[in-house]
C-alpha cells in the first residue's frame, strides 16, 4: 500500500462508529433496568399474596365451592287401561329452602325467626329435643343454662354443650316457647337437618296467599328461602285405588328407614319424596322422573349464591298405563263390598278378596279386597290383600288334584270311576263328602268335581301314595305323598309366587309334613293355604290349556307430550309363559269338563247351580274350608270361574275367609255379579 494512502486512512474521521459503539450498551442497560424492575414488582406481589395475606387466601379458596343443586320434578301419573287419570298431581305453592355451603346456626337461626313469622305450621312432630336445639342457639341462653351447672368454668367447650343440653333435657321447664316461637323451632329443626346445597320444604302445601305475599316481601332477608311448587298425589276416580297404587312420602317423612340406605346410594335425598308401597314403591324410578341440575357457585365469605346456571332442566316423571278398567275396578269393589255387608253374621270374618284375569296373558283386570277388623266390625279397602293374604281355600284345588292323578296314570281319561264313601283311617275321625256321609256312590272323575267329593280326592292321594285303602286301616303312605300333591299344585301356580309386578307377594302357608294324615286334607284344599292371586293364575291355566301365566297389572310405561297428556310408548308389557303343564288334551278335557258340569251338570249336588244363568256360559269350582277363629268353627267360600267356556277371556277367583257356618255362599253371589259386571263395562266396550 503506497504511504499516502496509509496516512489518508489513519487520520480519516471515525465519529459515526464511535455513535454506534455507545447506544449499544445503553440498550442493554435499559432492558436490564426494566427487566430487574419488574422481577422486584413479582417477588413483592407473591410475598404479599403468600407471606402476608397467604392464609386469607387459602381460606376464600377453601370456602368458595361450585356444586350441583338437584330440584326434584313433578312425578309420572298412573293412568288406567282406558286413558283415565288414576293417580295424578296437585300443585300447591310451597316455601322452600337451599342451605347454602357454610350456612352456620347463627345464620339459620335468624332466617328461621324471620321466616317464622309469616308462616303459620303444624308443630306436632316438634320433639324436645328440637326445642333445645333452636333455645340453645344464642349465647345468652346458653349462658342461662350453664349458670345453671356447677362447675361449668373449668370444661372444654364441647362438654359444656353436652352438660347444657343433659339440663335442659333433665328440666323441659326451663324452656318457654311461645305457640310462634314453638313454629320458629319447628322451621330451625328443618333448615338445620338440610344438607348443604339441598333443597328442602318447609310448607309444602296448604301456603295462604297472604302467607304468599308476606314471605315475598322479606326475601331478601332469608338466605336461601324461595316461593316454589311442590306437588301431592290426587285421585281423580276415587282414593279407594290407593290401596292397590300404593302411596308417596312427603318432605317430612322423607326417604323410607328400611330403605334409606340404597336410595342414598342412588342419588336421592333424604328428605325426597319415594313411593314406599305397591305400585308407587316397585316403579318408584320410573314414577320419579330425572331431576333437574343446577350448577351454582357460591362463596363462603359472602355465604350467598354467586352463580347459578341450570345445566340439565329435568325430566317429569314417565307415567303407568294399567291394565285395569277404572269402571270395572270401582265396580268390582263396590260389588264386593255392598255382597260381602249384605250376608248374614260374619262376626269372625276377616274381610273378602277378588281377582279378575286375562287368562289367555296374565293382565289383570281388576283386584278387590276388604279387611274386617274382627274386634271392631270396621270394614276398609284391602285391594293389595289379593296378594299377601294367605287363607286356606277349600275345594277349589280340586281340579289340579284330579290333573295330578291323571298326569300320574292312577286314573285315565277312560277309566277314573271310584267309589263316593267316608274314608275311615284307624285313630282318626270319618272323613267324607258334604253329600254323602254314609253311602257307596260310583262317580266320576267329572262328577267328583261336579259335585264337589273329598272322598274321590283322598283316595286319589291313596292310589298316588301307592296305599290300598280299606275302612279302618293305619294309613301307611310315605311322606313323599306330600310333595308329590305340592308339585302339581306348584306348577297350577298354587303355593308359589305368581310374579305380580307388585312388591310384597306371598307364597302363602305349607303344612308340616309330620301327619301323614294331612296329606288327605292337602288332596281336597283343607290344609295349604294360598292367595287369591294364586287362584286366579291357577283357573287360568285351567282356562287356557297348561300355560302358567304370569300376572302383570302395568300394560305399558308412557312418556308426557308438552302439553301434558299422555306420550309416546316407551315400553310394553309383553304376556310370559312362567311353566307349562304337559297334559294331554284328553286330560284337560276331564278337568274342564267337571268344572263345567258344577254349573251345568244334571246332579241336584251340582255346586254351581247359581252361575247357571250367566251368558256366555261359565265353567267354575266352588271351594268350602272347614277353619277356626279361636275355638269356633268358621268356613273359607270361594270360586273359581272362567268364560266363555269353550274361548275363555276372563277369568274369576274369590274367597271370603272366616265366614260363620250358618252362611251362604257369598263368593258365588260376588262371582254371579262381577261376571255380568265384565260383560258390560269392559269386554262390550271393547267389541
Request: a positive charge; charged letters at 20%; zero cysteines.
Amino acid at each position: 500500500m503506497k504511504l499516502s494512502t496509509r496516512v489518508k486512512n489513519r487520520f480519516k474521521p471515525r465519529s459515526k462508529k464511535k455513535t454506534a459503539q455507545s447506544q449499544i450498551p445503553f440498550r442493554l442497560n435499559f432492558l436490564m433496568w426494566t427487566v430487574g424492575i419488574l422481577l422486584l414488582l413479582l417477588i413483592g406481589r407473591l410475598f404479599y399474596l403468600q407471606v402476608l395475606n397467604g392464609d386469607t387466601y387459602k381460606a376464600d379458596v377453601s370456602d368458595s365451592d361450585t356444586s350441583t343443586e338437584t330440584t326434584n320434578v313433578q312425578r309420572g301419573m298412573i293412568y288406567d287401561s282406558t286413558g283415565k287419570v288414576l293417580v295424578g298431581n296437585a300443585a300447591h305453592q310451597a316455601i322452600t329452602y337451599t342451605r347454602g355451603s357454610t350456612d352456620t346456626s347463627a345464620e339459620i337461626y335468624r332466617t328461621a325467626n324471620i321466616l317464622g313469622k309469616y308462616l303459620n305450621l303444624s308443630v306436632s312432630t316438634l320433639t324436645k329435643r328440637n326445642k333445645i336445639d333452636y333455645y340453645l342457639v344464642p349465647t345468652s341462653h346458653q349462658k342461662k343454662v350453664l349458670a345453671q351447672i356447677p362447675g361449668h368454668k373449668g370444661m372444654s367447650e364441647s362438654k359444656q354443650s353436652n352438660e347444657e343440653i343433659k339440663y335442659l333435657e333433665n328440666h323441659p321447664g326451663f324452656i318457654k316457647l311461645t305457640s310462634r316461637q314453638k313454629i320458629k323451632a319447628m322451621i330451625y329443626a328443618d333448615m338445620s337437618s338440610t344438607t348443604s346445597l339441598e333443597t328442602t320444604y318447609i310448607k309444602e302445601t296448604g301456603v295462604t296467599s297472604k302467607e304468599i305475599a308476606e314471605v315475598g316481601e322479606h326475601l331478601n332477608q332469608m338466605t336461601g328461602i324461595k316461593v316454589g311448587t311442590s306437588w301431592t298425589r290426587n285421585y281423580p276416580q276415587g282414593k279407594a285405588i290407593a290401596s292397590l297404587t300404593g302411596t308417596v312420602s312427603n318432605s317430612k317423612t322423607g326417604l323410607p328407614s328400611d330403605s334409606v340406605n340404597e336410595l342414598l346410594s342412588e342419588g336421592y335425598s333424604r328428605n325426597d319424596s319415594v313411593g314406599i308401597s305397591y305400585l308407587e314403591q316397585e316403579y318408584q324410578s320410573t314414577l320419579a322422573g330425572t331431576k333437574k341440575e343446577t350448577e351454582v357457585s357460591s362463596s363462603g365469605n359472602s355465604n350467598s349464591v354467586q352463580k347459578a346456571v341450570t345445566k340439565y332442566e329435568g325430566k317429569k316423571g314417565d307415567n303407568l298405563v294399567l291394565t285395569i278398567n277404572s269402571k270395572f275396578q270401582n265396580k268390582v269393589q263396590s260389588i264386593l263390598k255392598s255382597d260381602y255387608e249384605a250376608y248374614g253374621s260374619k262376626s269372625h270374618s276377616t274381610g273378602a278378596y277378588i281377582v279378575v284375569m286375562n287368562p289367555n296373558t296374565g293382565a289383570i283386570y281388576a283386584m278387590g279386597g276388604l279387611d274386617r277388623n274382627t274386634s271392631t266390625g270396621k270394614i276398609t279397602n284391602d285391594q293389595i290383600g289379593s296378594i299377601n293374604h294367605s287363607i286356606v281355600m277349600g275345594s277349589v284345588v280340586k281340579g289340579a288334584t284330579v290333573m295330578g292323578a291323571l298326569m300320574k296314570g292312577v286314573i285315565t281319561p277312560s277309566n277314573n270311576t271310584l267309589y263316593d264313601q267316608p274314608i275311615k283311617i284307624a285313630g282318626t275321625p270319618s272323613k267324607s263328602s258334604w253329600w254323602n256321609t254314609s253311602g257307596k256312590v260310583a262317580i266320576t272323575a267329572e262328577e267328583a268335581l261336579e259335585v264337589s267329593s273329598n272322598s274321590y280326592m283322598m283316595q286319589l292321594a291313596m292310589k298316588e301314595g301307592n296305599f290300598t285303602y280299606s275302612s279302618g286301616a293305619a294309613l301307611t303312605m310315605k311322606k313323599s305323598i306330600f310333595t308329590k300333591l305340592r308339585n302339581v299344585f306348584n306348577q297350577f301356580g298354587l303355593g308359589v309366587k305368581t310374579g305380580i309386578d307388585l312388591p310384597g307377594e306371598t307364597t302363602g302357608y305349607t303344612g308340616p309334613t309330620n301327619v301323614i294324615g294331612k296329606a288327605l286334607d292337602l288332596s281336597y284344599g283343607n290344609y295349604d293355604s294360598y292367595t287369591v292371586m294364586q287362584l286366579a293364575q291357577y283357573a287360568s291355566t285351567i282356562a287356557n290349556g297348561g300355560y302358567r301365566m304370569k300376572p302383570y297389572i302395568v300394560k305399558e310405561i308412557r312418556g308426557t307430550n308438552k302439553n301434558g297428556s299422555l306420550g309416546p310408548v316407551e315400553s310394553t308389557t309383553q304376556p310370559t309363559v312362567l311353566n307349562t303343564i304337559n297334559a294331554n288334551q284328553s286330560d284337560w278335557n276331564v278337568v274342564r269338563q267337571g268344572m263345567y258340569m258344577v254349573v251345568h251338570g244334571s246332579s241336584p249336588y251340582k255346586t254351581g247351580s247359581a252361575l247357571e244363568d250367566l251368558s256366555p256360559a261359565v265353567a267354575a269350582k266352588t271351594g268350602t274350608a272347614e277353619t277356626f277363629a279361636g275355638t269356633t268353627s268358621t268356613l273359607t267360600h270361594s270360586l273359581i270361574m272362567f268364560g266363555p267356556y269353550k274361548n275363555p277371556k276372563v277369568v274369576v277367583a274369590i274367597a271370603v275367609p272366616g265366614a260363620d257356618t250358618n252362611s251362604s255362599s257369598i263368593a258365588v253371589t260376588v262371582g254371579h255379579d262381577v261376571y255380568q259386571a265384565f260383560w258390560k263395562y269392559v269386554e262390550a266396550k271393547n267389541n
